[in-house]
């Protein structure tokens, strides 16, 4: 294999791996006592929502 061919398919594993980490990435809940995510949805004056209840 040439050096270009082995330079792009490095570059193309190395951009490929972040963008499948964001898709699958879950938030966990086991455990959690309370989470504010401070989104605008979540945020009312000076008062943040729990998201979890």
Do not use: E, H, R
Not at 2 to 22: A, G
């Amino acid at each position: 294999m040439s050096n270009k061919m082995i330079l792009c398919i490095t570059l193309c594993i190395f951009c490929f791996f972040p963008i499948v980490s964001i898709v699958n990435a879950q938030f966990p809940t086991d455990g959690v006592v309370g989470y504010w995510s401070f989104d605008a949805g979540t945020i009312n004056g000076n008062t943040v929502q729990d998201v979890l209840g």
